[in-house]
């Protein structure tokens, strides 16, 4: 849900101005004088996104008895931790805790 909403942001400044937005590298260098960079900023957001799955998927293959929450919550304290406020940190650690309750109940 957050990547499609970032991904749209993409979408957004590519069908305002196509002709100057062929790929990526141009939408950014389009978008350097404004003010706002929207589009920059989402596609930032999804690296970072990209970065902290990439990482987890190598935490849970590298650690394979360790639950994949663990490996989550190192890749997210590697990755994206830094950029977030207190606020953000915390819903992430609410939702590791009910994603590790929500397994148990599963088996």
Request: charged share 30%; aromatic share 12%; with cysteine.
């Amino acid at each position: 849900m957050i990547n499609r909403s970032r991904s749209q942001k993409v979408q957004a400044r590519y069908d305002a101005i196509p002709e100057k937005c062929r790929t990526l590298e141009k939408l950014v260098e389009n978008e350097k004088g404004e003010k706002k960079r929207t589009a920059t900023e989402g596609l930032m957001w999804l690296l970072r996104g990209l970065s902290f799955t990439c990482k987890a998927l190598q935490n849970a293959q590298e650690n394979k008895p360790e639950e994949l929450s663990v490996a989550f919550t190192k890749s997210y304290e590697k990755t994206l931790k830094q950029f977030h406020n207190f606020v953000v940190k915390g819903v992430f650690s609410v939702r590791i805790f009910f994603y590790r309750h929500y397994l148990d109940m599963q088996i």
